[in-house]
């Protein structure tokens, strides 16, 4: 008995995926210091969600929703609020998921030592699995302030409740064009 279930268990384990990395599940939206969250980004604030988009879609969309003519797109995109002045500046960020897939390096030398051989790779599986997850990752600043989305910002409340709009109406409108007609 024992051994029949020492060998269920060792199959089970044999043939999981193990996870070494897993990205972060954001529901609606983060802010948080940029290199706590990727080290790629700044010590600044950044409003963060998750891009179930295409490549490039966020792009296109500000782009097209600023009317920017494809001139300082990713870097100081202005926009006001209560007749203040603010730049935002946005980043596509990739953090990819990482498991450990034993199956098939155990499978071939299970075969190896079966037919007595060795080197042979009956299966050419790999070993680690890649799955990115995409983010938007947004900065603001102003003349008045560096950093609009930190803890003692004046103009925090206010500016994060423009990207919450911002981040809805890029979700929900599938034709960019449309943005245009709705400033």
């Known amino acids: 008995m024992r051994k029949s279930i020492a060998i269920a268990g060792l199959l089970f384990f ?7 990395r897993v990205a972060p599940s954001i529901k609606d939206y983060k802010v948080t210091k940029g290199k706590r969250f990727k080290r790629s980004l700044s010590k600044r ?11 490039n879609e966020f792009y296109n969309y500000v782009n097209t929703k ?5 001139v300082n797109v990713y870097d100081d995109v202005p926009f006001t609020i209560d007749g203040q002045n603010y730049f935002f500046a946005f980043y596509e ?13 155990l499978f071939n030398v299970a075969m190896n030592r079966l037919l007595d051989t060795e080197d042979d790779t009956y299966i050419d599986g790999q070993d680690m699995l890649r799955k ?6 947004i900065e603001v600043y102003s003349d008045a302030e560096k950093d609009c989305l930190s803890e003692d910002s004046l103009s925090r409340d206010s500016v994060l409740a423009y990207l919450r709009g911002l981040k809805n109406e890029y979700l929900t409108i599938h034709n960019y064009h449309e943005t245009v007609f709705r400033n």
């Open 93 to 105: 960020i990739s953090i990819p998921n990482k498991t450990l897939n034993l199956a098939p390096a």
């Open 132 to 137: 990115d997850d995409w983010y938007i990752a």
């Open 66 to 70: 600023f009317q920017l003519n494809h």
């Open 45 to 55: 604030n950044f409003f963060i969600f998750e891009d179930p988009k295409e490549a």
């Open 14 to 20: 044999s043939f999981s995926c193990i996870p070494v």
